[in-house]
């Protein structure tokens, strides 16, 4: 893998994330005890699903996100988090986002902490999304998975402290036409925007609460 498709803030020595950031990361709905068994059915056509969203405690913090490959079938070069559909050996969302992060990106699960999950988010691909949040250790290694990674970068969790920090906006598909209402996570690199934007969106205002 080219080190040219990493786009990292500087990540420098590890670092200990604010108290204030801590306390409100910890305040995080519980994702466990929560088996897929005991979900409620999804409505019709709408299949289970689950992201890991990694916080990288860095000396600037920052999430760490990812950009598929252009040659994939769904949604290749969107930008997303870690993470895909529920298989019928996973326990829970914690096991779905744990097994695809490893699968993507290489990362051991034994190098997350999880803090917690955000709310569900439907995507325009008909899945329920289940968003985890963990918290990165030191050790934690990570390299995209070429066949489904192009490319993974940082977004430092300062920008989701400054509110409004993102933006509604119409975004246009030349396939499907205007696509109004959809979220857009402003970068200076990577157009995010759909369901990982909304999750960024969710993951901001926890962050902005008092």
Same mark, same amino acid.
């Given at each position: 893998?080219?080190?040219?498709?990493?786009? &990292?803030?500087? /990540?420098? *020595?590890? @670092?200990?994330?604010?108290?204030? +950031?801590?306390? %409100?990361?910890?305040? =995080?709905?519980?994702?466990?005890?929560?088996?897929?068994?005991?979900?409620?059915?999804?409505?019709?056509?709408?299949?289970?699903?689950?992201? &890991?969203?990694? /916080?990288? *405690?860095? @000396?600037?913090?920052?999430?760490? +996100?990812?950009? %598929?490959?252009?040659? =994939?079938?769904?949604?290749?070069?969107?930008?997303?988090?870690?993470?895909?559909?529920?298989?019928?050996?996973?326990?829970?969302?914690?096991?779905?986002?744990?097994?695809?992060?490893?699968?993507?990106?290489?990362?051991?699960?034994?190098?997350?902490?999880?803090?917690?999950?955000?709310?569900?988010?439907?995507?325009?691909?008909?899945?329920?999304?289940?968003?985890?949040?963990?918290?990165?250790?030191?050790?934690?290694?990570?390299?995209?998975?070429?066949?489904?990674?192009?490319?993974?970068?940082?977004?430092?969790?300062?920008?989701?402290?400054?509110?409004?920090?993102?933006?509604?906006?119409?975004?246009?598909?030349?396939?499907?036409?205007?696509?109004?209402?959809?979220?857009?996570?402003?970068?200076?690199?990577?157009?995010?925007?759909?369901?990982?934007?909304?999750?960024?969106?969710?993951?901001?205002?926890?962050?902005?609460?008092?």
């Amino acid at each position: 893998m080219s080190l040219s498709t990493i786009r &990292l803030p500087d /990540i420098g *020595p590890p @670092a200990d994330i604010p108290d204030v +950031l801590q306390d %409100r990361l910890r305040r =995080l709905v519980p994702a466990r005890p929560c088996p897929w068994s005991d979900m409620p059915p999804t409505p019709p056509g709408l299949r289970r699903a689950a992201v &890991l969203v990694p /916080i990288v *405690p860095a @000396a600037e913090p920052f999430v760490l +996100l990812t950009r %598929r490959s252009a040659l =994939l079938r769904h949604h290749p070069g969107q930008v997303s988090f870690p993470g895909g559909r529920a298989d019928p050996e996973d326990e829970d969302a914690v096991a779905t986002a744990l097994r695809e992060a490893q699968e993507e990106i290489g990362l051991d699960p034994a190098t997350v902490e999880v803090l917690g999950r955000l709310p569900e988010q439907q995507a325009s691909s008909r899945h329920l999304i289940t968003p985890i949040v963990g918290l990165l250790s030191p050790l934690a290694r990570w390299r995209a998975e070429e066949a489904e990674v192009a490319a993974i970068f940082g977004l430092e969790l300062s920008r989701l402290l400054e509110p409004p920090g993102s933006s509604e906006r119409s975004v246009r598909r030349v396939t499907t036409g205007p696509r109004a209402g959809s979220w857009y996570w402003p970068h200076d690199e990577h157009d995010i925007w759909g369901a990982t934007a909304s999750i960024l969106v969710s993951l901001s205002r926890h962050l902005r609460q008092t």
